[in-house]
């Protein structure tokens, strides 16, 4: 006891020692008042039951000091069990002072007291319940349900009746059995069959024992009995058995049976002990499953728990009914067309079958046997002459179906509206991590791919095709499928007008570095920075990754949501980032290696993580597009291009050329090509969301990268006094001060742009005032206090 009551004390606050010696003094006092107040009420309870017919009297009588009570406590007694007995709870009273000697003993003791709230409120529970329970069973005997058993059965008969107040009794019992005592079919279960398995032990043992008895006989018969029995030694044990038994000359022992008999008991000991390790074992997983159990799954969502998702009517119809008009003559007049044509190079059709999609129809034909399929494919241009249209694009053969395609524009073309593509069954039924719906095929099926599983994006094509509608089409879709704390944007727009309504919803979807002030990024410098900004992320969450044993962001959110990750380990929810890059050529072409190789880097590590890249591009030349970033871009977008060469840099095959522009696109995820009419939304309706959630309760800051500053900082070191900035000195008390060397709170104090503050950290670095850059961590401060600061600048003066 003692020991336990030192060892707590250097523990705790070492510093407060005066004040921590009294409380505990006060401890060890109230701890045994209760204790001694638990022992007098409990023998006055106990008392009462055989005194209390003759105390009745008295009870009235408390301040006259000539009447006396017989209770072991006299008239204390007497009152206080006729207030806690009689008048309360009946015999559960007696749970009172078992829980006040139990605080008494915590309180006496110094133990931790985070279990007596608990156990105050189950003792009470108990106390009612079973002043209710006896208050119905024995009606007749009111001293052991109390007052207030019989009032409350009195009550609840009035409402429930009998039967009522029976099955509210049953289910107290049911509660305290499944959540005090933890009671499933499968404890009852393993219970019956660990009492089964002891009892057959027990049975073995005294089966045994019997027979043990025949073999110690021999054994005092024999020479010494020196042999110490252990329980890893049962080789040894044997033979000296042997031994012994043929040393007592009865030739019925058999050997194997006494071998048994004698190692047998001792087995299903060990078996008992192998259950318990079992139990132990499940203990820490139960840890999760108790916090699951008191709080539920972690729910990132919480914090915006009013979150309301965009709505459909913010979306446009753009005059269409969903269903696509069908030109009977139209399609009459090509397949005529076709079938001419082919005749007049002497190619027989065998069959033709019509597909009609938004934008264009396919024609399917099954050539005539013995055509050549090259031959078809080589009267493209012939073809298109023929029906007098562009865009004709020719599939030979079709895979997996053994025909030819032909496409043909449809002379008025249907719009595809993004509300037609997020309101269908597939979009909405979509189980997907990060799911977009790009448009309809040429089936007219909603097309629906899982960002998540591309896992990068690169999207091209010629200026005014559709990209930037592609683009917004991307947002909008996980904008109406995800919460804010599930995923966050990086929106790059060097052409800063194609982006920006995006910055409506900064505070809940988007992502940007600590020190900028906007989020979406227009200036290339600023890109350098949060790429490789998302490069420290991207280690610092394999990093996470690793820790907590899982292989991608998926088991890991999933294994934090189920409270198996300990968030003071540094364990977080980490949502999906979306980065978008338009005009990513443009990027390259001013900012070069410096942007290439930290994307490079993203493009190749970062899907396990949850970093996803989405790069549009209206050059598709092989210098922007490098050999580096395609292999890492399975998923592409070709919208339609200027050459055949175009599409071939980025789809690996001819077609996007063939494109009829406005939103007409072919997606390949490898090796199929999928003709995709891109769905259409409009600047207004992407207004219109961003508003509608803008309008709601955001976080209160866009979603904080890693801080990096770029390596700009370590080139310009030469401590140049005449060209330091004014605010130079400023800056440095404000370092000292807070002993924390970060741009941001230079920009934040002194209230400068970024630039002006990343040049003065870079100043008081040339200075020896702060250190080096450190990626993600704030520099170090090499001043420890303003004395020192002011000597430095002091001998500077000299
Ligand atoms: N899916 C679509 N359905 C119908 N029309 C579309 C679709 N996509 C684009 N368009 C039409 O094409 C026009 C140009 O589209 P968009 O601005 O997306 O081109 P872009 O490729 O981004 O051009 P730039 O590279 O010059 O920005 C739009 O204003 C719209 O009228």
């Not at 979150?307 to 446009?316: A, C, E, G, M, R």
């Given at each position: ?9 250097p523990?705790?606050?070492p ?11 006060n ?15 409990f ?5 009462f ?22 209770n ?5 007694g007497a ?9 309360g ?13 139990i ?5 006496f003791?110094?133990l ?6 608990k156990k ?6 108990f ?6 329970a ?5 009606i ?9 058993g019989y ?6 008969q ?13 289910f ?13 079919p ?9 009492k ?12 045994s ?9 021999p ?13 890893y030694?049962?080789k ?12 007592s ?6 050997v194997p ?6 190692i ?5 000991e ?15 997983s ?8 008191d ?13 309301k998702?965009?709505i459909?009517?913010l979306?446009?119809?753009h005059g ?7 030109n ?25 079958k ?13 050539p ?21 249209a ?32 997020i ?15 790009f ?5 007219n ?9 591309m ?6 094509g ?36 194609e982006?920006t309504?995006?910055?409506k ?8 570095l600590p ?10 410098a ?6 490789n ?5 991207m280690d ?8 907590a044993?899982?292989?991608?962001l ?10 198996k ?5 540094g364990?977080k ?13 443009d990027?390259i ?9 930290p994307i ?17 591009t ?6 922007v597009?490098t ?7 399975p998923?592409?977008i ?7 060469i ?5 789809l690996?095959a001819s ?19 999928t003709?995709?009419?891109?769905a ?7 207004e219109?969301?961003t ?22 900082s370590?080139t310009s070191?030469d401590?140049n006094?005449?060209e330091?900035?004014?605010m130079f ?9 807070a ?15 970024y ?5 003065i950290i ?14 993600s ?5 090499y ?5 020192a ?10």
């Amino acid at each position: 006891m003692a020991k336990k009551a030192k060892k707590t004390k250097p523990a705790s606050t070492p510093k407060k020692k005066a004040t921590f010696k009294l409380s505990q003094q006060n401890k060890i006092l109230l701890g045994s008042i209760f204790i001694l107040f638990s022992i007098a009420l409990f023998f006055s309870f106990i008392s009462f039951y055989f005194t209390w017919q003759d105390d009745q009297s008295m009870l009235s009588e408390f301040a006259n000091r000539n009447e006396k009570a017989s209770n072991l406590l006299n008239k204390f007694g007497a009152n206080i069990s006729h207030f806690f007995i009689y008048k309360g709870f009946g015999i559960a009273s007696l749970i009172i002072p078992f829980l006040l000697s139990i605080t008494g003993l915590y309180l006496f003791l110094g133990l931790e007291k985070k279990g007596i709230l608990k156990k105050w409120i189950w003792g009470f529970i108990f106390i009612i319940w079973i002043s209710i329970a006896l208050g119905f069973f024995a009606i007749k005997q009111p001293l052991l349900g109390g007052l207030v058993g019989y009032e409350m059965n009195d009550f609840l008969q009035d409402y429930a009746g009998k039967i009522g107040v029976l099955l509210l009794l049953l289910f107290g019992l049911i509660f305290i059995l499944v959540r005090l005592f933890k009671f499933s079919p499968e404890n009852i279960a393993s219970y019956i069959k660990h009492k089964k398995q002891s009892l057959e032990s027990d049975f073995k043992t005294s089966t045994s024992k019997s027979s043990k008895e025949e073999v110690v006989v021999p054994l005092d018969k024999g020479e010494k009995n020196t042999v110490i029995p252990d329980a890893y030694t049962h080789k040894e044990e044997i033979p000296s058995i042997k031994k012994e038994i043929k040393l007592s000359d009865d030739f019925e022992v058999t050997v194997p049976e006494e071998e048994k008999e004698v190692i047998k008991p001792e087995v299903p000991e060990v078996a008992m002990e192998v259950e318990k390790v079992v139990e132990e074992n499940e203990e820490p997983s139960s840890i999760a499953k108790k916090l699951v159990e008191d709080f539920g799954e972690f729910d990132p969502t919480l914090e915006l728990g009013n979150y309301k998702f965009p709505i459909l009517d913010l979306l446009d119809k753009h005059g269409t009914t969903g269903s696509i008009t069908i030109n009977q003559e139209e399609l009459e007049e090509n397949k005529n067309k076709i079938v001419e044509t082919l005749k007049n190079y002497k190619i027989g059709i065998a069959q033709i079958k019509a597909t009609i999609g938004p934008t264009v129809t396919l024609y399917e034909i099954v050539p005539e046997a013995g055509v050549r399929i090259s031959k078809i494919k080589n009267l493209e241009d012939d073809i298109a002459l023929s029906l007098a249209a562009l865009g004709i694009r020719i599939i030979a053969p079709i895979p997996g179906k053994g025909t030819i395609g032909i496409e043909v524009p449809n002379k008025n073309s249907t719009i595809v509206s993004m509300r037609s593509v997020i309101a269908s069954k597939k979009f909405q039924e979509a189980e997907m991590e990060l799911p977009i719906a790009f448009g309809k095929t040429i089936s007219n099926e909603t097309f629906v791919v899982d960002l998540a599983k591309m896992p990068h994006l690169l999207m091209a094509g010629a200026t005014g095709q559709g990209k930037s509608v592609g683009l917004n089409a991307v947002l909008t879709s996980l904008l109406y499928k995800k919460h804010p704390a599930e995923v966050k944007f990086v929106l790059v727009d060097p052409k800063k007008v194609e982006l920006t309504l995006f910055n409506k919803i900064e505070r809940h979807f988007l992502a940007k570095l600590p020190d900028s002030a906007e989020a979406i990024l227009t200036d290339n410098a600023k890109v350098i920075n949060t790429v490789n900004s998302l490069c420290i992320e991207m280690d610092d969450r394999y990093e996470l990754l690793k820790k907590a044993m899982v292989r991608n962001l998926k088991e890991y959110n999933h294994k934090f949501k189920s409270r198996k990750l300990n968030p003071e380990d540094g364990h977080k929810f980490l949502p999906y980032i979306v980065l978008v890059i338009d005009e990513f050529a443009d990027l390259i072409m001013t900012a070069g290696k410096e942007v290439e190789t930290p994307i490079a880097r993203l493009a190749q590590l970062a899907r396990a993580i949850g970093i996803h890249l989405i790069i549009a591009t209206q050059r598709p030349s092989v210098n922007v597009i490098t050999g580096i970033i395609k292999a890492n871009f399975p998923a592409r977008i070709a919208f339609r291009v200027t050459s055949k060469i175009d599409s071939r840099t980025i789809l690996d095959a001819s077609g996007a050329d063939q494109l009829i522009g406005r939103g007409d696109m072919l997606y390949t995820q490898g090796n199929d090509v999928t003709r995709i009419q891109c769905a259409f939304v409009d600047t207004p309706e992407v207004e219109k969301i961003t508003e509608y959630i803008g309008s709601q309760r955001a976080y209160p800051e866009a979603h904080e990268l890693p801080e990096y500053s770029g390596e700009e900082s370590g080139t310009s070191l030469d401590n140049n006094i005449s060209e330091r900035d004014a605010m130079f000195r400023d800056a440095a008390e404000v370092i000292v001060i807070a002993q924390q060397g970060s741009a941001s709170l230079i920009q934040r104090k002194l209230k400068l742009g970024y630039n002006r503050a990343g040049r003065i950290i870079d100043q008081l670095e040339a200075a020896g005032i702060v250190g080096p850059f450190e990626g993600s961590k704030a520099r170090q401060v090499y001043v420890p206090d303003m004395i020192a600061l002011e000597e430095i600048f002091n001998n500077e003066k000299k």
